[in-house]
């Protein structure tokens, strides 16, 4: 069973969460922080949560 778990090293930019998600998928860590840059900026999805 794969754990998901933050990363640590070189693909721990801003916490490594990023990282840590595309480990678990199996892709690459840069997909993973354009797709949230574009989910934030233009589909509205909040890092804070109210």
């Known amino acids: 069973m794969k ?3 933050r990363t640590t090293g070189p693909d721990a930019v801003l916490c490594g ?3 840590g ?3 678990y998928f199996g892709v690459d ?3 993973v922080r354009v797709a949230t840059v574009l ?3 233009f589909a509205g ?3 804070w949560m109210r």
């Open 21 to 23: 998600i595309a480990r």
């Open 29 to 31: 860590p840069t997909l």
């Open 45 to 47: 999805l909040s890092l």
């Open 3 to 5: 754990r998901l778990c």
């Open 39 to 41: 989910l934030v900026a």
């Open 17 to 19: 969460v990023c990282g």
